[in-house]
């Protein structure tokens, strides 16, 4: 193929473009050089044009399979983080039952033996057995813990109720008892 550069060296003229109502073209061989030279800027042109709109339809192309990636991903993400959170969520579960059976094992001791083991347990799982037991197995059990602790128990109590812990499951807290000698 002769391009309209090399088309107007050599003297070719360019091919007629198809006419789009049917009509005669007009005769390239009557047409002056300015008119050719208008003619060649006009198909330069159209050449730039239509090397455009190929590479908007590429790069159009390129986003849409980009697109189908990133949807593809955050489907496969939702996946996961749906399978994440039943893990999550059946651990919670699992946890809420080990402190409910830790609950029992020292609602059923003698008072005297669950204040022995309360005063080394740290508190924060001390709390979250505590904020679970009955009031009544609490009450004889925090008489008989040394009073200091026995405060620090009751102050953590009623902080978490006043201000619930996120994700923490609200059990009812026990009603605040005043520690012996306090």
Same mark, same amino acid.
């Given at each position: 193929q002769i391009y309209p550069l090399a088309?107007?060296?050599?003297?070719?003229?360019?091919p007629a473009p198809p006419a789009a109502d049917g009509a005669a073209l007009p005769?390239?061989?009557r047409m002056t050089k300015g008119e050719m030279e208008i003619l060649q800027g006009l198909a330069e042109r159209r050449q730039k044009?239509?090397?455009?709109?190929?590479e908007v339809e590429m790069?159009?192309? $390129?986003?849409?399979?980009a697109e189908k990636r990133i949807d593809e991903r955050i489907a496969e993400l939702k996946k996961i983080e &749906?399978?994440?959170s039943a893990v999550v969520k059946r651990q919670e579960e699992a946890q809420e039952r080990d402190i409910r059976s830790l609950v029992k094992v020292y609602e059923n001791m003698k008072p005297k033996d669950a204040a022995r083991i309360?005063?080394?347990l740290d $508190?924060?799982?001390l709390l979250e057995v505590v904020e679970r037991m009955k009031e009544v197995k609490l009450a004889p059990v925090l &008489?008989?813990?040394d009073p200091a602790r026995a405060q620090k128990i009751t102050v953590q109590l009623a902080e978490r109720r006043i201000m619930p812990s996120a994700g923490r499951a609200t059990a009812k807290a026990p009603a605040a008892v005043r520690p012996v000698g306090g």
């Open positions: 088309r107007a060296r050599h003297g070719v003229p360019p005769d390239l061989s044009l239509d090397a455009r709109t190929r790069r159009e192309n $390129l986003l849409t399979a &749906a399978s994440v309360f005063e080394d $508190l924060p799982i &008489a008989l813990l």
